[in-house]
């Protein structure tokens, strides 16, 4: 007797990871930012030449066999700059990759729909340990639309900011691990190379969101280390510092021990003292003033929004469930964010005088990107009402104004971008930068159009420069060859600015260049007859001492990772 078959297993439709979803969401909410570039052209915002020039020369010195530039080809109108000593790598190298295969107006609307996302899923990844997933994904949607991303995007364009601040959410994540404010590994030497990655990353993207980063982490630290009354856990989170700044020590030292050699005072020069950008600081220059209030208005608008979400939240009402081990992170969270509040209101000047290179951050209400992450954060939370959706749009119909207020207070140029690349492609250069020119030199006086090598007279009062021949054998970003016949002597001026990292060698022999008396110029005196000239630029004791340090730094963090692993697989 055949008893009744079983019907076959009904098979769950399988169901789209969270992760994806906030992926694709910032996704959509990153091209929804951009749409205006499509009509508008490229929005041309105060950074946008630093950093586009940037790209194009990083991926022309690629093309010449330079992996790492560490001198500009084509700043200072081909004069040159040591710009890629002193300017984080993280943002450029994306630049520079993007601009290999993509052109024009598409090449800063890929950069900004990239890194938002990517903001999105970093937020993501923080906000899911904190609430329910359905609320981590509007959470993390409205840090990918917040106003200083809007405000970077729009009228600042600063590309490198907008990539260290897609990283803060991994980093605060870290740090709270680190901290033992939010859950963590069994092993802390793991956690501790787990905080050093992304607080590494943050200072590679861009240097005063690390200063930002540094003081946040620390207060946190801090407020971890009294709370908890831990003095183990206070050496825990300074390794774990230490690591980080280890790992960047092949940017940090050159970068640090190199100012001397360029105008790095300009990067403080009038209009860019903390003094002068304060919220709502209004100064002589209209412009400055005007733009200032524009930030001053976004940093208000995130703080009144992480306020207002902070109180709806309930994450400090008395009915909160004591077992709740996230019970720690939520002041601390809140800590955070009234510490940067206060770094941009002007009683704080004296801290800006007194804390190590806190000045740097140049403006305060840079502060709001930690505002706004701590925001996200809160929003995340309130958004485990039964209305979140209603919350949700409620917010993202109110930013749709704030963008075009921005929109229509930026510059729009859809030529800018093929500006610059005709500068690279002609080999006619671009615009340098005041901090980064070396010392002693005044690139405002550079002539636009100078050729590669010129003849000067022996002696610069003379008139007459003795007819030689120049031939280039060899002519790269960091590598030089020429050949001069001369009947007479004289000088070799080259399109080149001195700096000490340049060896000079003229028939075999090193010596020092000299100088034009207008603008740091390379002048090589050249004696009668053939002379054969080697110009290269070398590695400096602070770089190679930098390098050796963050190899360190990434053998200790193998060794931290792999022993946790081994102990881990002994156990098991």
């Not at 024009?104 to 993501?124: D, E, R």
């Not at 260290?164 to 691990?177: K, T, V, Y």
């Not at 050496?235 to 190199?258: D, N, S, V």
Request: hydrophobic share 50%; glycine share 6%.
């Amino acid at each position: 007797m055949i008893g009744p078959q079983s019907s076959p297993p009904l098979h769950n439709k399988p169901r789209v990871p969270s992760w994806a979803i906030a992926a694709g969401v910032s996704f959509l909410l990153s091209a929804a930012i951009v749409l205006p570039f499509f009509w508008l052209g490229s929005a041309s915002g105060h950074d946008f030449g630093f950093h586009a020039g940037s790209w194009l020369d990083a991926a022309f010195q690629w093309k010449e066999g330079v992996i790492f530039p560490r001198w500009t080809a084509w700043a200072n109108y081909g004069f040159g700059e040591p710009r890629f000593i002193f300017y984080p790598p993280l943002s450029w190298i994306l630049g520079a990759a993007l601009s290999l295969a993509i052109h024009g107006m598409w090449l800063p609307l890929s950069f900004v729909v990239i890194v938002q996302t990517f903001a999105g899923i970093s937020a993501f990844s923080l906000l899911r340990r904190l609430v329910s997933e359905r609320a981590a994904i509007l959470g993390a949607a409205c840090y990918v639309i917040n106003p200083n991303a809007f405000l970077l995007t729009y009228i600042r364009s600063d590309f490198a900011e907008q990539l260290a601040c897609a990283i803060f959410p991994l980093l605060l994540l870290a740090a709270l691990r680190l901290a033992d404010l939010l859950d963590s590994p069994p092993r802390k030497s793991s956690t501790i190379v787990s905080f050093a990655v992304p607080f590494a990353a943050v200072w590679l993207s861009n240097a005063p969101a690390g200063v930002i980063a540094s003081y946040s982490v620390a207060l946190l630290f801090v407020w971890a280390a009294i709370t908890q009354r831990s003095w183990k856990l206070a050496a825990r989170c300074f390794a774990g510092l230490a690591l980080g700044f280890g790992l960047i020590g092949f940017y940090l030292i050159p970068a640090a021990y190199e100012q001397r050699w360029v105008n790095i005072g300009q990067a403080l020069a009038s209009g860019l003292l903390p003094s002068e950008n304060f919220l709502y600081t209004y100064i002589a220059d209209v412009e400055h003033s005007w733009f200032n209030w524009i930030a001053s208005s976004c940093a208000i608008l995130i703080i009144l929004v992480c306020t207002f979400s902070a109180l709806f939240s309930r994450r400090f009402a008395f009915s909160a469930d004591p077992r709740d081990l996230r019970r720690k992170t939520w002041p601390a969270l809140l800590l955070l964010a009234a510490g940067a509040t206060l770094l941009m209101l002007r009683f704080t000047l004296p801290l800006w005088n007194i804390l190590p290179k806190l000045r740097f951050v140049q403006f305060p209400w840079r502060w709001m990107s930690m505002v706004a992450l701590i925001s996200a954060c809160f929003l995340a939370a309130a958004f485990e009402c039964r209305r979140a959706w209603v919350w949700f749009a409620l917010l993202l119909l109110l930013s749709v104004p704030l963008a075009k207020f921005l929109v229509d207070n930026t510059w729009w140029d859809a030529d800018e971008v093929p500006t610059l690349q005709e500068a690279v492609t002609d080999e006619s250069g671009f615009d340098g930068t005041d901090e980064y020119d070396p010392l002693g030199d005044d690139h405002t006086n550079l002539p636009q159009e100078a050729p590669p090598t010129k003849i000067l007279p022996e002696d610069p009062d003379d008139t007459q420069a003795p007819p030689a021949t120049v031939l280039i054998d060899k002519w790269t970003t960091e590598d030089k060859s020429l050949r001069v016949d001369s009947p007479a002597p004289g000088r070799l001026a080259l399109r080149l600015l001195n700096y000490p990292a340049w060896r000079v060698d003229v028939n075999g022999k090193t010596i020092v260049p000299e100088r034009t008396d207008n603008f740091n110029q390379m002048v090589i005196p050249i004696a009668p007859g053939h002379s054969s000239i080697r110009i290269r630029f070398t590695r400096t004791p602070d770089r190679t001492l930098g390098m050796h340090i963050s190899i360190l730094s990434i053998l200790l963090s193998a060794y931290l990772v792999l022993a946790v692993r081994i102990r881990g697989a002994a156990r098991a």
